[in-house]
């Protein structure tokens, strides 16, 4: 039984991190979205906010959970079973920090592979912030997000 996790701060979650999971579902047993709570960011959603529009996301994946984390990554796998890290590669850009971070996760505990998927490239220039300031400031962002996240960020950011 291979279980995969996929951490990430998700503030919200996007068409292209869902690309991601319905990649990486088509090559584990058991996908784990695990939103992280420490995370350095300020996040426009709340951690309870963030797991719920997941949730509400991936509903439909039968073999997709949704969890939350803090603290080390690896040890969070370890609890959870979890023998893979996934991550997206987007672009050239994402390579040097993702790098970073899978030789950490490696130095801290070798059984833990971190895999790299590539979303679709109608999502290469995709990421959170940009979603949240298209919301912001009321450009259009229907087809970057899942509807619950479109409904989610059009009452935070009502046009006045
Ligand atoms: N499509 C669209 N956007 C994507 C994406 C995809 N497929 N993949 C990543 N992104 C975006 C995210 O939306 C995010 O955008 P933002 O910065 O504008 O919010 C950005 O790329 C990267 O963020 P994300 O994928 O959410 O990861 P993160 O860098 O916020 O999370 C953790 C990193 C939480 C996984 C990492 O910090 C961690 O493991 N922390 C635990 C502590 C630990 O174990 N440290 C040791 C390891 S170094």
Do not use: W
């Not at 070798?110 to 912030?129: A, C, G, R």
């Amino acid at each position: 039984m291979k279980t995969a996790i996929y951490p990430g701060t998700f503030d919200p979650i996007t068409n292209g991190h869902l690309d991601v999971i319905e990649r990486a579902r088509d090559l584990f047993d058991v996908v784990i979205v695990t939103v992280a709570t420490n995370t350095a960011k300020t996040p426009v959603f709340s951690i309870e906010e963030r797991i719920e529009l997941v949730q509400g996301a991936v509903e439909k994946f039968s073999n997709v959970r949704v969890d939350t984390f803090s603290g080390l990554l690896v040890d969070y796998a370890h609890q959870v079973k979890a023998q893979i890290i996934i991550r997206g590669l987007r672009a050239i850009t994402d390579f040097d920090y993702e790098f970073q971070m899978a030789l950490v996760n490696r130095k801290l505990d070798k059984d833990i592979t971190t895999v790299f998927l590539m979303p679709h490239e109608k999502y290469t220039y995709l990421n959170s912030t940009i979603i949240r300031e298209l919301a912001q400031l009321h450009g259009e962002y229907r087809d970057f997000v899942p509807e619950n996240v479109h409904m989610a960020l059009q009452q935070r950011f009502p046009r006045k």
